[in-house]
Each structure stands twice: as structure tokens, then as C-alpha cells.
């Protein structure tokens, strides 16, 4: 009896989606398609090619892309051992790391450099919060074999004419130099006597990051370490000659284009493979969580992952962060338009007349919704026009046995006048192309 019982359970248990791994749902489908239209329209724009990635990938990838001792690799990463051999895998939790990756494995700047463009779901497991969660799905472009300040500017006048098209308010950009391996390494010696003079005020992840990774200490949101960061060394004051030369430029060519930024000398980023120009797009609008997009120039990355040493830089964005920020400045479309033709019959040989006709509306491009009943009995025409009106579609098409009998069909106008007329079947695609280019002149 208890067995019984227990099967009983297991079969009416309801089984509910990952906490922050989030279905997207036919209502929203419209605002990601909008999106994704515009990101596609802006990579063309510049020049820039598509490239996919699986989402698994070895996890040597990441840890030595994105670092060992960044958050992201210590706590974050969905990682696993593949039970058929054995092999380390997770789950991508950025884009950089694993287009490096399929570059050099597939010498794609052998021939010279490229400008590339990514977007798909990313994993880190972290606490949900608004527009940040579990599966997100990011958006980036990645421009390789660049060494020049031009290229760093132009990716942010990409980001620039972004917000511009998306109708985005309140978006700052911060820019800051890291520099170069040796000016990072004179700074981090001062940061460290610094910070260990004050290790009293630091707390548990500062402290552990000391040893590891003190520039990451930079980049805490803890309040109360903000006045101790304030009053630490700033790598800008350790950039050479070059480097100072380098970020002029890229502040040089964004007034020239009319970008305001503010330099910011604590941003950092959180990721290990950054070099010279990093910067960051900033809300006030979405609370605590103020970064909607990234990046920087990433030159020593390539060589590290086991590539010939090649300049690189690009940024990501996450899409669910941007568009809550296109709900808050109340730019986000209004809902999809619906069919253009929604096709109504009572069933038997006028089922078959109405097929024939919605297939020749698909096959002229013609968006068309055919009534198919739920209980598979036919519906009276009332009921029909009901989901017909629903539909958002522009007119209904209208076979019963009368006009199957006549050879005809009703075609009624749902959005305008109001107005039913009868034509004959083999006219009904021509007179739908009519009405519909009349009612958009």
C-alpha cells in the first residue's frame, strides 16, 4: 500500500523550472525578436561575421582565459566530469574565452584580422536578482588582430549607437587603462603595501584576493571598503609613455565623435585577461547592479590559451539586464503585430477548400492562422471569429457550405470598416495582397 502510494506521489509531483534558469514565454518572444533585429542590423553595420560556440566546453578554457582566481572560476562555474572519459567540462559562463578558443583552433586570423559577433545563453550560478540570472544570455563582439586605438573607439561607438537605437536613458560610459603587464606589476606592489597597511579595514574577500589578485580588491561594491579603495594607488599613475599615449587616443576619437565618458581609475573588470582600455556602461536605473555592458582590450589573451600572440579587444553585453533597462525608459515595442489572414470553415470538404487557401496565402508570404478546433468538432462561425478577432489578425477569410457550394469565400475586413464581400476562391489570394497593401498606404 505504501508503495503504491509512493508511486502515486512521484507520478502528480509538480517539477518546476532551475531557480534563475527562466522559460521565455510567447508574451515576451516579441521583445527579444526586436532586440535581436537590432544587435543583427548594428553587427552588419561595422563589418562584423558571426560565430557560435558550443555551450560546453573543456574547463581548462575558462580557467586559463578568464583566470583561476576570479570569481567567476572559483564559485560561479556549472562544472562537471564527463562520466564517459573522464574530461572536465562546464557549462560556458562567458563568451571571450570560448571564441579565443574556436580562433585558434580554427586559424581564423591566419589571414589577417577579424570582427566577430556572438550571442547565446551563459551559465553562473550566483544568487538571481533583477535582469541577473542563472542562464543569461549575453551578447558580444570580439575584434582580433587590432592593435590600434581605432579599434578600441569604434567598438565603443558600436555600444554608443546601441543604446542610441534601443531609445536606452541615463546610460554612462567609465573608461580606465590597466596598461601594460609591467606598469600592473610596479602598481600591484604598491597596492599591496597599501592594502596591508590597512588589513584591519579589509574584509574576507579582500583579504584572500590580496594574496592572489589585489587589483580585484579595486573592484569590491562592499560600501564600507569604497573609502579605503578611494584612497589607494591608481594604476594611471604607473602608465608609461605608450600607454598614456594609447588611452589619449581612444579619449581623443570618442570627443571627436561626440561620446561623453568619465574616466573612472578603480574600474577594473573581473576578469583576468584585460590590458590598456577597459570600460563600462553604467545605470542608475536598475539598482545596486548598475553595469549593463563591457569589455576592453584583451591583447595578451590569444598568446596565453596556446595561439600566436595576436591583439584583441571587444565587450559583452547581458540582453536581459538591457532589456529591463528598455522597460524602465519605456522603449520597448509594443506587442508583435499578429497574422496577417486568419482562415474560418465548418469542417468536412470546407476544412479542405480552407487548407488549400491558407497554404497559398503561406506560400505568397502571406502570415496565415488556420481555425483548427481543440476538440477536433467544428465551431460555429461566432465562436470563430472570436479567435479570429483575438488573433490580431487583419482579415478573415470565410468558407461554410454556402459559399463552398458557390465556389466562393467571404473575406472580412477585422481591423478597418468592418466590411464582408464575396469573391471567388481562385481570386481569394489576389484580393487578400490587394486589401492588405491597401492597408498599409
Not at 8 to 30: C, F, H, Q, S
Not at 301 to 329: D, F, H, N, Q, T
Request: aromatic share 6%; charged share 25%.
Amino acid at each position: 500500500m505504501t508503495e503504491d502510494k509512493n508511486k502515486k506521489t512521484e507520478k502528480t509531483l509538480k517539477i518546476n523550472g532551475v531557480r534563475g534558469m527562466n522559460d521565455l514565454l510567447p508574451a515576451d518572444a516579441g521583445q527579444w525578436a526586436h532586440l535581436e533585429h537590432v544587435l543583427r542590423d548594428l553587427t552588419r553595420a561595422y563589418g562584423y561575421e558571426f560565430l557560435r560556440t558550443p555551450i560546453v566546453e573543456a574547463t581548462a578554457v575558462f580557467q586559463r582565459g578568464i583566470g583561476e582566481v576570479t570569481d567567476i572560476v572559483e564559485k560561479e562555474m556549472y562544472s562537471f566530469e564527463d562520466r564517459l572519459n573522464g574530461e572536465q567540462l562546464t557549462l560556458r559562463p562567458e563568451g571571450t574565452a570560448a571564441i579565443v578558443r574556436s580562433v585558434i583552433e580554427n586559424n581564423l586570423i591566419y589571414e589577417g584580422p577579424k570582427r566577430l559577433w556572438y550571442t547565446g545563453p551563459m551559465f553562473r550560478h550566483e544568487r538571481p536578482q533583477r535582469g541577473r540570472y542563472r542562464q543569461f544570455h549575453q551578447f558580444g563582439i570580439e575584434a582580433l588582430g587590432f592593435a590600434g586605438p581605432d579599434i578600441d573607439a569604434e567598438i565603443i561607438l558600436m555600444g554608443q549607437r546601441l543604446w542610441d537605437e534601443l531609445g536606452l536613458k541615463g546610460v554612462r560610459l567609465e573608461i580606465n587603462s590597466l596598461g601594460q603587464a609591467d606598469e600592473r606589476s610596479a602598481h600591484r606592489i604598491a597596492l599591496v603595501s597599501y592594502f596591508e597597511k590597512n588589513a584591519a579595514a579589509l574584509d574576507e574577500d579582500s583579504q584572500r584576493r590580496l594574496q592572489t589578485n589585489p587589483l580585484r580588491i579595486l573592484d569590491s561594491k562592499n560600501p564600507a571598503m569604497q573609502g579605503l579603495i578611494e584612497g589607494a594607488p591608481q594604476l594611471l599613475d604607473f602608465l608609461g609613455e605608450e600607454s598614456l599615449k594609447h588611452f589619449n587616443a581612444v579619449q581623443t576619437l570618442l570627443k571627436a565623435n561626440n561620446i561623453p565618458c568619465k574616466i573612472n581609475p578603480r574600474l577594473v573588470r573581473g576578469l583576468d585577461y584585460y590590458n590598456l582600455t577597459v570600460f563600462e556602461w553604467v545605470t542608475d536605473e536598475l539598482g545596486a547592479q548598475g553595469t549593463i555592458a563591457g569589455g576592453g582590450r584583451y591583447d595578451p589573451l590569444i598568446e596565453r590559451m596556446g595561439g600566436k600572440a595576436a591583439p584583441a579587444c571587444g565587450w559583452a553585453m547581458g540582453m536581459e539586464r538591457v532589456l529591463e533597462l528598455m522597460k524602465v525608459s519605456g522603449s520597448l515595442p509594443d506587442a508583435a503585430p499578429g497574422c496577417d489572414i486568419f482562415v474560418l470553415h465548418q469542417g468536412g470538404e470546407t476544412l479542405t477548400a480552407a487548407m488549400i487557401i491558407a497554404e497559398r496565402l503561406r506560400s505568397a508570404g502571406i502570415d496565415t492562422i488556420l481555425f483548427c478546433p481543440p476538440d477536433g468538432q467544428s465551431a460555429s462561425f461566432k465562436s470563430q471569429m472570436k479567435k479570429a478577432d483575438a488573433s490580431g489578425a487583419a482579415y478573415a477569410v470565410i468558407i461554410g457550405p454556402d459559399e463552398l457550394a458557390k465556389n466562393e469565400a467571404q473575406i472580412k475586413d477585422l481591423r478597418g470598416t468592418g466590411e464582408q464581400r464575396s469573391v471567388a476562391l481562385e481570386e481569394v489570394l489576389e484580393q487578400v495582397i490587394d486589401a492588405l497593401v491597401g492597408s498599409s498606404e
